[in-house]
Protein backbone atom coordinates (compact mmCIF):
# COMPACT_ATOMS: atom_id res chain seq x y z
CA UNK A 1 0.00 0.00 0.00
CA UNK A 2 1.42 3.71 -0.82
CA UNK A 3 1.90 5.24 1.86
CA UNK A 4 3.85 8.06 4.27
CA UNK A 5 4.28 6.70 7.76
CA UNK A 6 5.50 8.89 10.47
CA UNK A 7 6.94 8.00 14.31
CA UNK A 8 6.35 8.37 16.87
CA UNK A 9 2.20 9.51 16.65
CA UNK A 10 2.61 11.02 20.04
CA UNK A 11 5.18 12.46 21.68
CA UNK A 12 5.28 14.00 25.30
CA UNK A 13 9.34 15.42 26.22
CA UNK A 14 10.36 18.24 28.40
CA UNK A 15 11.86 21.36 27.32
CA UNK A 16 15.40 20.82 25.95
CA UNK A 17 15.77 17.05 25.53
CA UNK A 18 16.58 15.89 21.89
CA UNK A 19 14.31 14.06 19.45
CA UNK A 20 13.76 13.06 15.74
CA UNK A 21 10.06 12.35 14.23
CA UNK A 22 11.13 10.08 11.39
CA UNK A 23 9.37 10.25 8.01
CA UNK A 24 9.12 7.17 5.34
CA UNK A 25 7.18 6.93 2.47
CA UNK A 26 7.32 3.67 -0.44
CA UNK A 27 6.47 5.83 -3.81
CA UNK A 28 9.80 6.76 -4.77
CA UNK A 29 8.87 10.81 -4.40
CA UNK A 30 11.16 12.97 -5.17
CA UNK A 31 9.49 16.09 -2.80
CA UNK A 32 9.24 15.31 0.65
CA UNK A 33 7.90 18.15 3.30
CA UNK A 34 7.70 18.60 6.82
CA UNK A 35 4.30 21.26 8.12
CA UNK A 36 3.31 22.02 11.55
CA UNK A 37 -0.52 22.31 12.40
CA UNK A 38 -1.36 24.92 14.98
CA UNK A 39 -4.97 26.41 16.11
CA UNK A 40 -6.23 29.68 14.02
CA UNK A 41 -2.57 29.38 11.85
CA UNK A 42 -3.65 26.40 9.40
CA UNK A 43 -0.82 24.56 8.25
CA UNK A 44 2.52 25.94 8.04
CA UNK A 45 5.59 24.54 5.75
CA UNK A 46 8.87 24.03 7.77
CA UNK A 47 11.10 22.63 5.34
CA UNK A 48 11.39 20.93 2.22
CA UNK A 49 13.38 18.21 0.08
CA UNK A 50 13.32 17.85 -3.32
CA UNK A 51 15.56 14.77 -3.54
CA UNK A 52 18.42 13.48 -1.81
CA UNK A 53 20.80 16.04 -0.11
CA UNK A 54 18.51 18.89 -1.02
CA UNK A 55 16.79 20.53 1.53
CA UNK A 56 15.31 23.68 2.09
CA UNK A 57 13.91 25.83 4.57
CA UNK A 58 9.92 26.67 4.54
CA UNK A 59 7.92 29.44 6.38
CA UNK A 60 8.92 28.59 9.88
CA UNK A 61 12.15 26.65 10.15
CA UNK A 62 13.14 27.75 13.17
CA UNK A 63 14.47 25.60 16.09
CA UNK A 64 13.91 22.70 13.48
CA UNK A 65 16.66 20.41 11.41
CA UNK A 66 15.79 18.15 8.63
CA UNK A 67 18.23 15.96 6.78
CA UNK A 68 17.55 13.73 3.59
CA UNK A 69 19.95 11.36 3.07
CA UNK A 70 18.14 8.63 1.62
CA UNK A 71 15.02 8.90 -0.91
CA UNK A 72 12.52 7.09 1.15
CA UNK A 73 13.34 8.95 4.96
CA UNK A 74 12.86 12.55 5.48
CA UNK A 75 13.42 12.83 9.71
CA UNK A 76 12.70 15.80 11.25
CA UNK A 77 15.13 16.64 14.36
CA UNK A 78 14.15 18.97 17.41
CA UNK A 79 17.95 19.82 18.58
CA UNK A 80 16.48 21.48 21.95
CA UNK A 81 12.74 21.57 22.32
CA UNK A 82 10.96 24.63 23.58
CA UNK A 83 7.32 24.57 24.50
CA UNK A 84 6.35 26.97 21.49
CA UNK A 85 7.06 23.66 19.38
CA UNK A 86 4.10 21.79 20.78
CA UNK A 87 2.34 21.34 17.76
CA UNK A 88 0.73 18.43 14.96
CA UNK A 89 3.41 17.61 12.62
CA UNK A 90 3.23 16.28 9.51
CA UNK A 91 5.39 14.57 6.51
CA UNK A 92 4.19 14.65 3.53
CA UNK A 93 5.66 13.84 -0.42
CA UNK A 94 4.93 13.93 -4.07
CA UNK A 95 6.42 13.36 -7.18
CA UNK A 96 7.37 15.25 -10.55
CA UNK A 97 5.12 12.45 -12.63
CA UNK A 98 2.35 13.37 -10.55
CA UNK A 99 2.48 17.05 -10.13
CA UNK A 100 4.66 18.34 -7.00
CA UNK A 101 1.16 19.64 -5.93
CA UNK A 102 -0.79 16.49 -5.25
CA UNK A 103 1.10 15.90 -2.04
CA UNK A 104 0.34 12.60 0.38
CA UNK A 105 0.65 13.32 4.10
CA UNK A 106 0.89 10.70 6.62
CA UNK A 107 -1.38 10.43 9.65
CA UNK A 108 0.31 13.46 11.67
CA UNK A 109 2.67 13.25 14.69
CA UNK A 110 1.35 15.59 18.18
CA UNK A 111 4.35 16.65 19.90
CA UNK A 112 3.41 18.28 23.39
CA UNK A 113 7.10 20.17 24.93
CA UNK A 114 6.16 20.54 28.69
CA UNK B 1 5.53 34.47 -1.88
CA UNK B 2 1.90 33.38 -2.66
CA UNK B 3 -0.68 33.74 -0.21
CA UNK B 4 -4.15 32.49 0.02
CA UNK B 5 -7.47 33.81 1.65
CA UNK B 6 -10.16 31.79 2.27
CA UNK B 7 -13.65 32.07 4.33
CA UNK B 8 -12.72 31.22 7.80
CA UNK B 9 -15.95 28.64 8.16
CA UNK B 10 -18.93 27.74 6.37
CA UNK B 11 -22.00 26.26 7.47
CA UNK B 12 -24.34 24.24 4.92
CA UNK B 13 -27.52 22.11 5.45
CA UNK B 14 -26.97 18.37 4.17
CA UNK B 15 -28.03 18.07 0.03
CA UNK B 16 -27.11 21.92 -1.03
CA UNK B 17 -24.38 22.36 -2.99
CA UNK B 18 -21.45 24.59 -1.34
CA UNK B 19 -18.98 26.90 -2.80
CA UNK B 20 -15.66 27.88 -1.21
CA UNK B 21 -13.89 30.69 -2.79
CA UNK B 22 -9.90 31.27 -2.76
CA UNK B 23 -8.13 34.20 -3.56
CA UNK B 24 -4.72 34.20 -4.72
CA UNK B 25 -3.61 36.90 -6.40
CA UNK B 26 0.16 36.19 -6.46
CA UNK B 27 0.26 32.89 -8.10
CA UNK B 28 2.20 32.13 -10.75
CA UNK B 29 1.02 32.05 -14.08
CA UNK B 30 2.29 28.21 -14.59
CA UNK B 31 1.39 26.94 -11.67
CA UNK B 32 -2.00 24.94 -10.79
CA UNK B 33 -4.30 25.53 -8.01
CA UNK B 34 -4.89 22.91 -5.95
CA UNK B 35 -7.52 22.12 -2.85
CA UNK B 36 -7.04 19.75 -0.17
CA UNK B 37 -9.89 18.44 2.33
CA UNK B 38 -8.67 17.91 5.85
CA UNK B 39 -10.64 15.50 8.52
CA UNK B 40 -10.12 15.52 12.33
CA UNK B 41 -6.81 13.58 13.23
CA UNK B 42 -6.05 13.49 9.33
CA UNK B 43 -3.46 14.94 7.51
CA UNK B 44 -4.39 16.77 4.47
CA UNK B 45 -5.91 15.23 0.80
CA UNK B 46 -5.66 15.83 -2.70
CA UNK B 47 -9.33 16.72 -3.91
CA UNK B 48 -8.87 18.36 -6.65
CA UNK B 49 -6.42 20.47 -9.35
CA UNK B 50 -6.80 22.62 -12.17
CA UNK B 51 -4.92 25.49 -14.17
CA UNK B 52 -7.90 27.33 -15.96
CA UNK B 53 -12.01 27.02 -16.54
CA UNK B 54 -13.15 24.09 -15.01
CA UNK B 55 -12.33 20.57 -14.00
CA UNK B 56 -14.90 18.43 -12.57
CA UNK B 57 -13.69 14.78 -11.00
CA UNK B 58 -16.02 12.47 -8.92
CA UNK B 59 -15.63 14.58 -5.73
CA UNK B 60 -16.00 18.26 -6.58
CA UNK B 61 -15.79 20.54 -9.10
CA UNK B 62 -13.09 23.14 -9.84
CA UNK B 63 -13.91 27.04 -11.35
CA UNK B 64 -10.89 28.96 -12.07
CA UNK B 65 -11.68 32.74 -13.90
CA UNK B 66 -9.78 34.07 -16.75
CA UNK B 67 -7.44 35.97 -14.10
CA UNK B 68 -6.66 33.36 -12.12
CA UNK B 69 -6.68 35.41 -8.87
CA UNK B 70 -9.35 33.27 -7.43
CA UNK B 71 -10.61 29.98 -7.62
CA UNK B 72 -14.25 28.12 -6.07
CA UNK B 73 -14.21 25.02 -4.84
CA UNK B 74 -18.09 23.45 -5.71
CA UNK B 75 -19.35 20.42 -3.61
CA UNK B 76 -22.79 18.79 -4.88
CA UNK B 77 -25.25 18.04 -2.57
CA UNK B 78 -23.15 17.80 0.98
CA UNK B 79 -23.83 15.20 3.15
CA UNK B 80 -22.27 15.29 6.80
CA UNK B 81 -19.33 13.30 5.98
CA UNK B 82 -17.99 16.25 3.74
CA UNK B 83 -17.57 18.40 7.47
CA UNK B 84 -14.11 19.43 7.16
CA UNK B 85 -11.42 21.55 6.74
CA UNK B 86 -10.56 22.53 2.73
CA UNK B 87 -7.41 24.49 1.97
CA UNK B 88 -6.97 26.21 -1.13
CA UNK B 89 -3.05 25.51 -2.09
CA UNK B 90 -0.70 28.19 -3.46
CA UNK B 91 3.00 27.88 -4.11
CA UNK B 92 5.96 29.97 -4.68
CA UNK B 93 8.58 27.92 -6.42
CA UNK B 94 8.66 24.65 -4.64
CA UNK B 95 7.42 26.58 -1.19
CA UNK B 96 3.75 25.32 -0.12
CA UNK B 97 1.52 27.63 1.30
CA UNK B 98 -1.83 25.74 2.82
CA UNK B 99 -3.16 29.07 4.49
CA UNK B 100 -5.93 28.35 7.18
CA UNK B 101 -8.46 27.06 5.39
CA UNK B 102 -12.04 26.84 5.43
CA UNK B 103 -13.93 24.86 8.21
CA UNK B 104 -17.29 23.29 6.65
CA UNK B 105 -20.32 21.89 8.67
CA UNK B 106 -22.98 20.49 7.45
CA UNK B 107 -26.19 20.53 9.34
CA UNK B 108 -28.50 17.45 9.47
Known amino acids: EAQVTQNPRYLITVTGKKLTVTCSQN?????MSWYRQDPGLGLRQIYYSMNVEVTDKGDVPEGYKVSRKEKRNFPLILESPSPNQTSLYFC?????????????FGPGTRLTVL | LAKTTQPISMDSYEGQEVNITCSHN???????ITWYQQFPSQGPRFIIQGYKTKVTNEVASLFIPADRKSSTLSLPRVSLSDTAVYYCLARTGNQFYFGTGTSLTVIP
Open chain 2, 26 to 32: NIATNDY
Open chain 1, 27 to 31: MNHEY
Open chain 1, 92 to 104: ASSSRTSGWDEQF
